[in-house]
């Protein structure tokens, strides 16, 4: 980790009636990074980031954003912090730059500042040709763009995203994932909530997995997947003799399993990436023909699953 | 907690003014209905009657009536009369240009001198009903107080055991016509002055849309709640209680200048006079002050959007029926003008009448202005607790 934390929470709880919505979750975000918390939905992902940002009053532990403690400084705290909530929290009567302006202007800017920053904002999301229209006549996809340019146009320390792409097309997705991978470079620290998985991979720095309430892996994805001891799946298509193709990968170094399929022989092995040449000079010798390879790395899914015991999307 | 109140109000505002319903409310629809109304009612709220009398008596007694009962202070403002023959009265009433004649036989003074029965024939065109109900209540009223007069007469001569003098009787009929005239209920309401249909027809309907005009400030917390924006705005660091002020603020402005170009547009298009300028103005910010209280108080009962605007509409209509904003005050039924008292409009429309009646100040609109601020502010207190509550949930 890079630096003092931008982000340092402790021991967050809270209680709804009889469940425990958040139990004990804490970790840090540094500048730069993007911390993904991962979960399915109801696990307590959207109560984290609401006592972050002061939204919701804890039941216990401790927030700090850039230096100010939430308990002690919340105006500081909230200034320090870009939210963008889960769904589109915009003036659909006004136009866009009217709603950057003002959204601008509930964080302390004004004047020169505020204009040059609400014509880079619209810039960076692409949406300068439509500032002047209403938001309630953009697509869908532009009203997330400009949902999360508000809680960026102020340079925050914190950018916290609550599943920002619930609901959009995939070309909208990908310009809002392109814009969040952006903001690592700006020094940013990013704080972004999801149940999708490949999100996570592709946008995160760490993930935390969150599950009823509790975070119950966090680290990178590589540290997630060999702290669970997942192995590599290969699917190998090949002609010839599968049974001796089959022995022969069983007795490679790093192969766990070996079973002939239709068509082919699958394998469950530690770094299949390294052990593809040998695999492959294996299958030579023992007269089979390779036709096709397909390596399948343990992802943030099979960890989830791991851990327990479910799909993230159940 | 100011600068976010500014920056809420502003932008409420814009929202507003983008909204054609929204400005149709607040500034046309006020204007329109209040003219519709006002030339409904004949253009003009007090009671205006021409009458014919025909004096074929003219002695004491009858004088006692044409020139006491019809001439009277609260009369002589409403009623026209024309002293014509018994003959000219009927053809008056007959081709309408008189609302009702009286008639007064001759011997009229000499009957009720002897005690016999004081007739007076009232003639009615059957044009304007009340003005024909009214001449007949004057004259009964007249004859009853003959009655009255001629049995205490009696009375006090049948003690003294003496027949009456000349002098004596013409007494009874100057006491009969001192009896106070049934004119009460139009000289009470409207201090002896008329009350044109513009200045009162224009408050009235200002204050009845003032209420949809404002209910918007507190609806719009729902709004915001169900689209996310009010979550975003405390996320700001903007405090609840900034965002609440901001709103009431908005209401405020919008409901003020609405009342405002109300009195503009109907001083200028059908020369109103709503009466003095400070007085005016400081009832219409009270009076703006319980809108805002009472509607705001009323949405916070409700959950959603669709129960806030149920909510608002039936306390807007039923408030507006007992407070008179549809019908004149005076020609409500008694129990009906006290049950005005129980509402802010009621007592919003009694202080600006009475600043056209009276043609006072400041002190003519003490107590409307206090009762109204007094409601703002209860219902205000109660609808700011609720919204923080609902604010912060």
């Not at chain 2, 709220?45 to 609260?74: E, H, I, K, N, Q």
């Not at chain 2, 005016?280 to 108080?297: E, F, K, Q, Y």
């Not at chain 2, 409500?332 to 006290?338: F, G, S, T, V």
Request: net charge neutral; glycine share 12%; aromatic share 6%.
């Amino acid at each position: 980790m890079n630096g003092s934390p931008v982000l340092w929470c402790k021991d967050l709880r809270k209680r709804f009636k009889e469940r425990l919505a958040v139990d004990g979750v804490g970790f840090e975000v540094a500048p730069g990074e993007t911390y993904g918390l991962l979960g399915p939905n109801g696990a307590g992902k959207t109560t984290t980031i609401s006592m972050i940002c002061g939204l919701l009053r804890r039941d216990g532990g401790e927030v700090t954003v850039a230096g100010a403690s939430l308990g002690h400084d919340p105006g500081q705290v909230k200034a320090a912090i870009g939210y963008v909530p889960q769904d589109v929290a915009l003036y659909p009567d006004l136009s866009g730059l009217e709603n950057l302006r003002f959204w601008g202007r509930m964080y302390g800017l004004a004047g020169r500042d505020l204009a040059e920053r609400v014509e880079a904002t619209l810039e960076v999301v692409g949406l300068t040709e439509r500032a002047g229209d209403k938001v309630g006549d953009y697509s869908g996809g532009m009203q997330r763009r400009l949902n999360i340019a508000a809680g960026m146009l102020h340079r925050p320390r914190l950018l916290v995203l609550d599943e920002p792409t619930a609901g959009v097309d995939p070309q909208s997705r990908n310009a809002i994932l392109s814009n969040v991978e952006a903001l690592g470079g700006q020094g940013i620290a990013v704080l972004y909530t999801t149940h999708y998985m490949e999100e996570a991979e592709r946008l995160c720095d760490r993930v935390g997995i969150i599950d009823q309430g509790r975070l119950i892996a966090e680290g990178t994805r590589r540290e997630l997947v060999a702290r669970v001891g997942e192995r590599d799946r290969i699917e190998l298509a090949a002609t010839g003799d599968l049974a001796a193709l089959a022995a022969a990968a069983a007795r490679l170094e790093g192969v766990d399993e070996a079973s002939v399929v239709a068509g082919g022989v699958r394998l469950v092995a530690r770094d299949g990436r390294r052990l593809l040449p040998r695999l492959l000079e294996a299958a030579e010798h023992a007269g089979a023909e390779v036709t096709s390879v397909e390596l399948a790395e343990p992802d943030l899914e099979a960890v989830f699953l791991h851990l327990t015991g479910k799909a993230l999307r159940d | 907690m100011v600068r976010t109140a500014l920056l809420v109000a502003g932008k409420d505002l814009r929202q507003r003014l983008r909204d054609r319903s929204a400005l149709v409310i607040a500034f046309v629809a006020p204007f329109v209905l209040a003219a519709i109304i006002g030339l409904a009612f004949g253009g003009d709220s007090a009671f205006r009657a021409t009458y014919a009398v025909a004096d074929a008596d003219r002695g004491p007694v009858a004088a006692g009536f044409t020139d006491g009962v019809l001439a009277s202070p609260g009369l002589r403002d409403l009623v026209t009369v024309r002293r014509v023959d018994t003959g000219a009265a009927r053809a008056l009433v007959e081709r309408g240009e008189a609302d009702a004649a009286f008639l007064l036989p001759a011997g009229f003074t000499a009957s009720v001198q002897q005690g016999g029965a004081a007739t007076i024939t009232v003639l009615e065109s059957g044009e304007n009903p009340i003005a024909g109900q009214v001449a007949r209540s004057l004259a009964e009223a007249y004859a009853a107080e003959l009655a009255a007069t001629q049995l205490a007469v009696r009375t006090a001569l049948d003690a003294s055991g003496q027949p009456p003098t000349k002098t004596e009787a013409r007494r009874l009929g100057e006491r009969a016509a001192a009896g106070r005239a049934p004119v009460q209920l139009v000289e009470g309401q409207t201090g002896g002055r008329t009350i044109e249909a513009a200045n009162y027809f224009g408050p009235s309907m200002a204050i009845f849309f003032l209420f949809f005009t404002v209910s918007f400030g507190a609806r719009s917390i729902l709004a915001e709640r169900r689209q996310g924006t009010l979550r975003r705005l405390l996320a700001s660091a903007a405090s609840p209680g900034g965002v609440l002020a901001g709103k009431a603020l908005a209401a405020f402005t919008l409901g003020t200048a609405s009342v405002l170009v109300m009195w503009l547009a109907t001083t200028l298009v059908f020369g109103a006079d709503w009466g003095d300028p400070v007085a005016v103005v400081t009832l219409t910010v009270s009076s703006v002050l319980s809108a805002i209280g009472i509607t705001a108080l009323v949405v916070t009962l409700a959950r959603t959007d669709e129960q806030a605007e149920g909510y608002s509409s039936l306390v807007v209509f039923t408030l507006a029926l007992l407070g008179g904003n549809f019908v004149y005050l005076a020609q409500l039924p008694e129990l009906l003008q006290r049950l005005s008292l129980l509402t802010p409009n009621g007592w919003a429309l009694r202080g600006f009448v009475d600043l056209v009646a009276d043609g006072g100040g400041l002190s003519t609109v003490a107590a409307p202005v206090a009762v109204t601020l007094t409601v703002g502010l209860v219902t205000g207190g109660l609808a700011l607790y609720r919204a923080r509550r609902m604010v912060m949930a």
